[in-house]
């Protein structure tokens, strides 16, 4: 009976001793990230075009479509006539002062005659003196009818600025009516088609860079003396096969506030704990996912 007794209390130990769970070889876990883009609208009017679907990879710089600029080129051709018409009235100095130096060329040529006959005591120094003085009132009519002209044509151009701003704001407006992808990522989310009305700041699409991927994962504080920042990591995701496939990381953000661990923690007791965020940065082949789970191991 002892000895039936012995065998029934080492076989329960041996059941219960394979019942316990496992002990976890990683040092944390969590799920993949990226950092992800909502690409809206820098004008508004009708969509006349949007050339993209959903897991389509775009380049930066890449024009995807256009947004309805019909009246934006009309306001620019109006202000352009109006800067043209504005210069238009600029006077012609040199044709509104040719009189006056034509008048100064002849009253010269009559004082170097009246010079003449002064030199031959043939006339007196007052004609000399008389043409002299009309030279100088004719030299002083040139000078202020050119800066009049020159005043008045500098206005002119002044007047012109505010039309010329105009002219860039509107040309800005046109560029951006180009709906262009600003990053190279692959589509996640198209919010807009072709047709529709779209407005300033309204969302067009959601864009990700999905050549380097982000593990979001907690570790607790016994944890966080043993890592640093750019420190390599191995990152294992399950490789479909009941296996692991083995990635290395770079830790590229530490937390530094602790947290409630996230309810997708288990028990109740993990859930209990404050934690500390990280972000893991790896390169991704393809495999890597946004949402799939992995495993750390520092």
């Avoid at 202000?79 to 504005?86: I, K, N, T």
């Avoid at 009049?148 to 704001?169: N, T, Y």
């Avoid at 198209?190 to 009305?197: G, I, P, Q, R, S």
Wanted: hydrophobic letters at 40%.
């Amino acid at each position: 009976m002892k000895k039936f007794l012995y065998l029934l209390t080492a076989g329960s130990f041996l059941v219960f001793a394979s019942c316990e769970k496992p002990e976890n070889p990683f040092d944390a876990s969590g799920s993949f990230e990226a950092s992800e883009v909502i690409i809206s609208s820098e004008a508004s009017g009708k969509i006349m075009a949007l050339d993209l679907s959903e897991s389509q990879v775009l380049e930066a710089g890449q024009v995807i479509g256009y947004i309805d600029s019909t009246q934006l080129v009309l306001k620019r051709n109006q202000l352009e006539a109006q800067a043209v018409a504005v210069l238009s009235r600029q006077p012609n100095v040199a044709a509104q002062l040719a009189a006056l130096k034509q008048q100064l060329s002849a009253t010269e040529k009559e004082r170097q005659r009246v010079q003449n006959l002064v030199d031959v005591d043939a006339a007196t120094t007052k004609q000399l003196d008389d043409i002299n003085a009309q030279i100088e009132v004719l030299k002083k009519q040139i000078d202020a009818q050119k800066s009049a002209l020159e005043i008045s044509i500098e206005g002119m151009h002044r007047e012109v600025v505010p039309v010329r701003i105009q002219i860039e704001q509107i040309e800005d407006q046109l560029r951006k009516c180009q709906i262009v992808n600003p990053i190279n990522g692959t589509v996640l989310v198209k919010y807009a088609e072709a047709n529709e009305m779209t407005a300033f700041g309204k969302p067009l699409y959601k864009i990700a860079d999905l050549s380097t991927v982000y593990l979001r994962a907690y570790i607790t504080g016994d944890q966080l003396p043993n890592i640093k920042l750019n420190q390599q990591v191995q990152v294992h995701t399950d490789d479909g096969a009941g296996g692991f496939k083995e990635n290395t990381g770079v830790i590229s953000w530490i937390n530094d506030q602790a947290e409630f661990t996230p309810k997708t923690i288990q028990t109740k007791e993990e859930r209990a704990n404050l934690v500390y965020a990280i972000k893991v940065r790896v390169k991704n082949d393809g495999s890597l996912k946004i949402g799939m789970y992995g495993e750390i191991k520092f």
